[in-house]
């Protein structure tokens, strides 16, 4: 049951071990995934595994940047996971190469 939401405010480095998400900074701490509902990230100097990425995102799990402002930027959103993914994915590249061709982007 996953009921924690993790701020991640200073500078640090983000991986995966053993299916726990491992927090190194001055300090290192683990956090279990199965606990975890979202994961925030506030600072633009954090480095984040690609293999924690892709564990996140198969628990679908929420991550969210946030810009030097700290304000919500992206999200990390799953391609996949309901019935209509492709469909969603063809209207949105159509859309990006209707305004490629009005605006004469390349």
């Known amino acids: 049951m996953s009921w924690r939401i993790v701020v991640i405010s200073k500078r640090c480095k983000l991986d995966l071990k053993m299916g726990y998400m491992v927090v190194r900074s001055e300090e290192t701490k683990r956090i279990y995934l199965d606990e975890i509902s979202m994961v925030i990230i506030e600072n633009i100097a954090v480095s984040i595994t690609g293999c924690l990425l892709a564990e996140l995102n198969a628990r679908k799990i929420k991550v969210i940047l946030c ?40």
């Open 67 to 106: 810009d030097e402002k700290r304000n919500p930027a992206s999200e990390l959103v799953s391609l996949y996971g309901s019935h209509d993914c492709s469909l969603k994915i063809k209207n949105k590249l159509g859309g990006l190469l209707i305004l490629k061709l009005a605006f004469g982007l390349k």
